[in-house]
């Protein structure tokens, strides 16, 4: 299978706030992983009150190729999903660049 594991493939998912914000989250080293599961792995985000448990996994039948769900209440594409998307990339990412404008 194939999935669109490319950061500019993520990027239009999360206005520039959330992304940056999250961004930030990675680079604080707030997104901790869990455990794996089928397909996907779990996290927890350190947030402003607590921590955050965020699932992601790959899915086909998503437009994206993935899915992600978080148990923070923010209302959509969150910061703490861009965080553990950022950690689960690979050692060649590059922080500046995943910066939006
Ligand atoms: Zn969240």
Sequence with gaps: ?????????????????????????????????????????????????GYYRVRIWDDSSSHNGFRAECNCPYHGPCKHIVAVILDGMDDEFIIEKAKKP
Excluded: T
């Design 1 to 49: 299978m194939d999935y669109p594991l490319e950061i500019r493939n993520y990027k239009d998912l999360f206005s520039s706030a959330v992304w940056n914000r999250g961004v930030q989250y990675y680079q604080f080293g707030y997104a901790q992983w869990v455990d794996d599961f089928d397909h996907g792995m779990e996290y927890e985000v350190q947030g402003s009150v």
